[in-house]
């Protein structure tokens, strides 16, 4: 019988809220497709939905409880008559957020989902709608960057900034990586140039004289504010993300010098 993981109520405290339902087996409206999830990662943004601060919500319930899951990659097993994008063996990620890509099968719109091609690597088609197109967006349409620019960007051990890395050392840029404050000393299996602990911006010694084009800020309120901090002039600072959870009250608030050397390059992707 399918299984979904489900929560009632937000909570922080996420393994503690979540349940574990059986439910029949759906089958699939002319417009739709049954679907078989096949891996489905726990991201951030997961646990911010599961805690009530994030803007969007599950748009499945099951016996009056959220179906959580934002992100996944799953196999079509069935197509309503008038589909005609997608056929049983497909696999596909969700187009549409909040879809509940934590459970074992779904009935889903057809256009709700991108066919993509086989591959035997389900836990790397997992993530790519969440993770890896928007580290590409971030470096091919937020700025012009030149081998020998920097990037410095927060949440650095995240599987964002993770892809934003390797891809920027594929152009020769190099890439700063702010993470949240740990011992002295601590190494960490990541692909950027430079780690430091949010705590040692704006005036760490190793930063002075780097060429650091693009902010790439995630985390919003004061985290932001340091990585717009380090920027060289003309540099683009962009938030794409408030993993602080700090809701709708949040700011990032930046210096007027900051604004100037900026050159109106701050940007929020669409």
């Known amino acids: 019988m399918p299984l979904a993981l489900t929560f009632a109520k937000p909570s922080w405290q996420a393994a503690e809220a979540l349940l574990l339902e059986n439910y029949p087996q759906p089958e699939p409206k002319d417009n739709e497709v049954l679907i078989e999830f096949l891996a489905a990662p726990v991201n951030h943004l997961d ?3 599961i805690a009530g601060r994030y803007p969007i919500k599950p748009k499945f319930q099951l016996n009056g409880n959220h179906v959580g899951g934002f992100d996944g990659v799953g196999r079509v097993l069935k197509c309503g008559k008038d589909v005609t994008k997608l056929t049983p063996s497909d696999l596909v990620i969700p187009k549409a957020l909040g879809l509940g890509t934590w459970r074992t099968h ?3 719109i057809a256009d709700d989902l991108i066919a993509i091609p086989p591959t035997p690597d389900v ?3 997992a993530i790519l709608k969440t993770c890896v197109l ?4 971030l470096l091919e349409d937020m700025k012009q960057l030149k081998p020998g620019d920097w ?3 927060n949440a650095g051990l995240g599987a964002i900034s993770q892809m934003i890395s390797q891809l920027a050392h594929l152009r020769g840029v190099k890439v700063i990586s702010v993470i949240r404050d740990r011992s002295p000393g601590t190494t960490w299996n990541t692909a950027a140039d430079i780690v430091l602990n949010e705590s040692e911006l704006p005036n760490a010694e190793i930063l002075k004289g780097k060429r650091i084009m693009l902010g790439l800020d995630s985390v919003f309120g004061q985290s932001g ?3 717009a901090s380090c920027l060289s002039a003309h540099a683009t600072f962009v938030n794409y993300g408030q993993l602080s959870g700090g809701g709708p009250a949040a700011s990032v608030n930046l210096t007027h010098q900051q604004k ?3 050159d109106g390059r701050l940007k929020s992707p669409k």
């Not at 928007?134 to 967006?137: C, D, E, I, Q, S």
Request: hydrophobic share 70%; net charge neutral.
């Open 260 to 262: 100037l050397f900026a």
């Open 225 to 227: 504010e340091k990585i």
């Open 123 to 125: 836990t790397f088609a």
């Open 151 to 153: 990037i410095i960007q």
């Open 47 to 49: 646990l911010l939905v």
């Open 134 to 137: 928007p580290a590409y967006l």
């Open 106 to 108: 779904a009935t889903l």
